[in-house]
């Protein structure tokens, strides 16, 4: 019984350093998730982005972008899955993701400008290719 408490209290002095300190956020999703939740529909915005005109379209691409960027930030951690975080730790994971990243961020940069050609070129060029690159290496068939 004291020894079930006296870990309780560890466990929960641990949780209060990790708070403190800002350790490493803990992953909620798999990256199974991450793929059907976030990055799924929102490439698929991004993709499907032809002929831009009210205000609102433009807006759509664009927080489909920071949807992108907030799940590279996840992703960075990786997911909860089984084997999930020690995986992202590896440096062609980081390189993947970042690249995924910065895409979005050409993505933001053709969006501030409507320059659908940036856009499309954004999306053809530096958006797809990450996506390749870590399933071929990470995804299991
Ligand atoms: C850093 C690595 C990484 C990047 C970058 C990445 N993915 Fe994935 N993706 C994975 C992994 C790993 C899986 C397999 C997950 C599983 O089956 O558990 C996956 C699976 C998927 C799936 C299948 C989900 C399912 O239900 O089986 C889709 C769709 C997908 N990714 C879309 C994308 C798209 C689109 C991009 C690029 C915009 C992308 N992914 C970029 C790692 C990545």
């Not at 408490?5 to 992953?27: C, R």
């Not at 909620?28 to 490439?43: F, S, Y």
């Not at 799940?71 to 730790?89: D, H, I, K, P, Y």
């Not at 994971?93 to 320059?115: F, H």
């Amino acid at each position: 019984m004291f020894y079930k408490k006296f870990a309780l209290m560890v466990a929960t002095a641990l949780t209060l350093v990790a708070g403190v300190s800002g350790a490493q956020l803990e992953p909620q999703l798999t990256v199974k998730e991450i793929m059907n939740a976030i990055i799924t529909p929102t490439t698929g915005t991004i993709w499907g982005a032809y002929q831009l005109q009210t205000e609102a379209e433009w807006q759509e691409v664009e927080n489909a972008a920071l949807s992108v960027i907030a799940a590279a930030n996840l992703l960075s951690a990786g997911g909860a899955g089984e084997g999930e975080v020690a995986v992202a730790e590896e440096a062609d994971w980081q390189s993947y993701n970042q690249q995924m990243l910065d895409a979005a961020r050409q993505v933001l940069v053709a969006v501030a400008a409507k320059d659908e050609e940036a856009l499309f070129n954004a999306g053809n060029d530096a958006l797809y290719p990450p996506c390749e690159s870590c399933h071929q290496q990470y995804q299991q068939q």
